[in-house]
């Protein structure tokens, strides 16, 4: 009784952590199409006839992000959505450009752990642990051919700490990771949340959650 016990933990245990990320692919490759007509549905995405895949499925080609905004950055993503022979595959990567003082603000990746090394320039970069763990704070200056990694889940920034611009790239440990940038989702939701509960929240004058929810928050992404 006592092994069978065990197994039966060990099973679930298993269970657990092979749903909690991107299944594993049951074939070679599953690329997604569009288009429903004559596919088969597979982890979100429809996927064309295999016999039909080509090369040009499984490439694509990234351009430096414009870093003419307000925060100095621009991420370029290659998920399942720009690059169909990610389908299944369980990986996607960002590429991120910084112009001098750029900062690719407070997020999450509520799909995936984040893994990111710097190609040019040198970065700020942390994450914050979770309430459980006291919210700490762990950072590091990152030079050119420095890695980095981010947890799943956890809020992390980059911020160009160099004289002249940056460019770093994130591997991603999902397809489709998703990305929640802090400021926005509080304070550019739709509808919004209401002044009742964000001033509560923040401990503030509703004067000062008025001006944050007017202003312009711009999305790198």
Known sequence: MKVLYILVSILALASSVSFAYDPSPLQDFCVAIQDPKDGVFVNGKFCKDPALVKAEDFFKHVEPGNTSNALGSQVTAVTVDQLFGLNTLGISLARIDFAPKGL????????????????E??????????????????????????VFVFPIG????????????????????????????????????????????????????????????????????
């Open 154 to 221: 956890l809020i992390h920034f980059q911020q160009n700490v160099g004289y002249g611009n940056a460019i770093a790239i994130a591997g991603l440990s999902s397809q489709n990771p998703g990305v929640i940038t802090i400021a926005n989702a509080l304070f550019k939701s739709n509808p919004p949340i209401s002044d009742e509960v964000l001033t509560k929240a923040f401990q503030v004058d509703k004067s000062i959650i008025d001006y944050l929810q007017k202003q312009s928050w711009y999305d790198n992404n």
């Open 104 to 119: 690719n603000p407070p997020h999450t990746h509520p799909r995936g752990t984040e893994i990111l090394i710097v190609l």
């Open 121 to 146: 320039g040198t970065l700020y970069v942390g994450f914050v642990t979770s309430n459980q763990d006291n919210n700490r704070l762990f950072t590091k200056v990152l030079n050119k051919g420095d």
